[in-house]
Every structure is written in C-alpha cells, then in structure tokens.
C-alpha cells in the first residue's frame, strides 16, 4: 500500500538546470508532498516558479530556511551545501545532496537506489548524490558485479556540456554560431570556469572536467575511481577513468571496459544479465544499427547499454556503452528516488 503521509520538502538551488529538474520530477507526485519551498541565492530570492500550476516565490536559502522541512533537496553546489546542510539536519530536515560536499565523507551514504539503496538504512541525516558520470556506470555494472564478478573496470566518457551547468550551454549555442560566421570562437568557461586557460568546446573534444590533480588525473576522473569503489563496496576494485567533454548538449556517453572475476562467459549470458538489471534499457543490435545515442536518451530517467563485445585478447573482460541523460538520472531523478526509497523504508 501506498505510503499516505504527506511531507515537507525544499529544493535548494530551485532555479538552476538540476534545480528545475528536480521540481518537474516532484510535480509527477513520487510521494505525497503537502508543502514545498523552493530556495536559491539571494541574486534569484524573489523569483516566481510554478509548482503544480501554483506560483512560489523563491527565498533566500539561509541557515533558518529549513524549520518543518521534512526533505531537503540540495543542488546549488558544494559550497552551499557545506555551509547550509548541518543547519537543515539540525532542523531535522533529511538532507539529499546532489554536490560533491560529502561524498566520500564516511558516515554519508553515497547511494544509487539500483545498485545500493540498502545503504539509506545508515544515514545520519544526510545522503549524498554521486556524480553524473559514475551513476549511469554503476548502474550498468550492478548486474555484472552481482552476477559474476568485478576485477577491473576502465571508463572513457564523452560528456555533455550541460554537466557544466547553463552557462556552459549557452557559450556552446554562441561559439557554433561564431564558427559558422567565420568569426573567432570566444572561451570563458570550458574546460573549467575558475582555472586559467579556456577553450572553445563548438567542434571540440577537451580531455579536462574539473581541475587536475597531483596524480595527473583531473577530480572528475578521481570522483568516478573513488565514488565507484565506495557505491559498489569494493574498496579494491580497480578503476581508472578519462573523462572528455564534448559538444554535446545533454546526455553522457561513456565506453567501460569490465573485467569480471568468472571465466567463459558469452556475449549472449552478459545481455541477458544486464537486460534484467534494475533501470536499463538494452539497445543492443548491431545488424539494425540499435545502439543508444545521446539525443534518444535526453529526457529519459533510465540507463541505457548497447554496442556489448567481448575483448578479443582477454576471455575475462567485455567492453560496453553506456548513456544516459546527466541532468534525469544522473542527477535530479536519482535524488528524487533516493527520496522515494527513503519512504519506502520508512527512514525519514
């Protein structure tokens, strides 16, 4: 039976790409919501959004905001988040964070309803969001992991600019029509806002997401090697990562090499396997050309896996591709679901 009791919610970040996306899934009513407040910056304070045709003012979001709040869905970025989230738990708001503020924190449960909702069951008021790129992977490797085993995994991604928020896609929408008029191609944002050098990303491929680190690997990288371990339980699961962003507007894509731990096993038993996994769709037909693609996935709030082959050198080991929207589930629907699992289970 449905769960009757109606809850108070708040979205932080209400009129940002994730923000938005979030309200639009929590206007399809997932659970029973008796009142919502929708908070931004103070720049966007004062704005009306519409909620089930209703309009909501947007408030500041400050440490006061959070009183009755039964939900809080935070997704205005990391700073925010680490200074907002301890006054929304101490409120006794459940926080759900879509930033990287506390993911690898130990007592935050870093969790993918498909793969790990049994980790809810150890939130300390707090659940954190994992990336965008490493949902849709781990997803994917879920069935894989359960049924035969995981020895390595290594991630090429072809990443939408809409990862990096609407300014990012409204220079790409700018430099397309520069290049076009045989102008030069103006870059502030890509490949990172805040780091010294800039590139057009129209008619481009940038191998940078966030800044690098000392190893050499960028934090994007590092975020899918470490969130990865941590989701699956698999502290020594080898992973390396690459991570492109490419003039695409939504949807990432990403090619994920998988080693398993069971030899002889067919291309025919890991479709099978992957078909049944919890929110994957396989499109998966070479001789009709069936294969995702960015575009088909936009919108869509399932993880989809096609172009499944085994490794010519090494039995144990296939290699997939995997897309899905990185603002459905690689973001807001994710939250949203972790919110329904929450419910479900009765943790909040």
């Not at 909620?51 to 006061?64: H, I, R």
């Amino acid at each position: 039976m449905a769960n009757e009791k109606g809850y108070r919610v708040a979205v932080v970040g209400a009129t940002g790409a994730v923000g938005q996306k979030i309200i639009q899934f929590l206007e399809e009513k997932p659970f029973q919501i008796d009142a919502i407040k929708l908070l931004s910056s103070k720049r966007s304070a004062g704005k009306k959004l519409l909620f089930n045709g209703e309009e909501v003012t947007v408030e500041e979001a400050t440490e006061q905001s959070f009183e009755e709040v039964d939900i809080a869905f935070f997704s205005a970025g990391g700073a925010v988040s680490k200074k907002l989230v301890p006054a929304a738990v101490k409120s006794g708001a459940v926080v759900i964070d879509n930033t990287s503020a506390f993911r690898m924190d130990e007592d935050v449960p870093l969790v993918v309803p498909e793969v790990n909702e049994e980790d809810l069951k150890h939130h300390k008021g707090i659940i954190a969001n994992p990336n965008c790129s490493t949902i849709q992977m781990v997803v994917a490797l879920k069935p894989i992991q359960e049924k035969y085993g995981l020895e390595r995994v290594i991630v090429s991604t072809y990443q939408a600019v809409s990862g990096a928020g609407l300014s990012a896609q409204e220079e790409l929408r700018e430099q397309v029509q520069q290049y076009l008029n045989g102008e030069e191609m103006e870059a502030n944002i890509l490949p990172v806002a805040s780091d010294k050098k800039h590139y057009p990303i129209a008619f481009n491929a940038l191998p940078q997401i966030d800044v690098f680190e000392d190893n050499g690997y960028t934090k994007e990288e590092m975020k899918m090697i470490n969130e990865t371990k941590k989701i699956m339980h698999e502290p020594d699961l080898k992973v390396a990562a690459t991570c492109v962003r490419l003039p695409v507007f939504t949807s990432h894509s990403e090619s994920v090499y998988v080693e398993t731990k069971t030899a002889n096993i067919s291309v025919e038993e890991i479709k099978e396997t992957i078909a049944k996994g919890k929110g994957i769709i396989l499109q998966d037909d070479p001789a009709t050309q069936t294969y995702p693609t960015p575009l088909a996935a936009q919108d869509k709030k399932e993880v989809f896996v096609g172009r499944i082959r085994k490794d010519l050198d090494n039995d144990k080991a296939f290699h997939m591709w995997v897309v899905t929207d990185n603002l459905v589930k690689g973001a807001a629907w994710n939250t949203v679901q972790i919110a329904q699992s929450l419910i479900k289970n009765n943790l909040v």
